[in-house]
């Protein structure tokens, strides 16, 4: 079982920086790739950014050239920077992460698991 934690939240000014933690810690043979998502209110959760295990980046464009993914494979964890934030990047942020388990007859199980989420403010 695999358990995320993420932190960093808060209010912040519009044109402010907040910078978003997700730590993975379990039984974890290898984790393929991490993300961050976000829901705002009466909205549907919608993709921020993701990585992969060789670095490669994806983000929506809308936060293109603003938030930066980044991730510590030696600590499992993932980061999200996010920078000149607006009213409208208010919205629950939600990490995800795909990670492979090694079960006792030496096979490989691939599963997905979300972080608890954590609010992002932005005011105007």
């Known amino acids: 079982q695999v358990h995320l934690v993420e932190s960093g939240g808060g209010l912040v000014q519009a044109g402010g920086s907040l910078r978003l933690s997700c730590a993975a810690s379990g039984s974890i043979f290898r984790i393929n790739v991490m993300g961050w998502y976000r829901q705002a209110p009466g909205k549907q959760r919608e993709l921020v950014a993701t990585i992969t295990s060789g670095n490669t980046t994806n983000y929506a464009d809308s936060v293109k050239g603003r938030f930066t993914i980044s991730r510590d494979n030696a600590k499992n964890t993932v980061y999200l920077q996010m920078n000149s934030l607006k009213p409208e990047d208010t919205a629950v942020y939600y990490c995800?992460?795909?990670?492979?388990?090694?079960?006792?007859?030496?096979?490989?199980?691939?599963?997905?698991?979300w972080g608890q989420g954590t609010l992002v403010t932005v005011s105007s």
């Open positions: 995800n992460v795909d990670y492979a388990v090694l079960l006792s007859d030496a096979t490989v199980n691939i599963l997905n698991t």
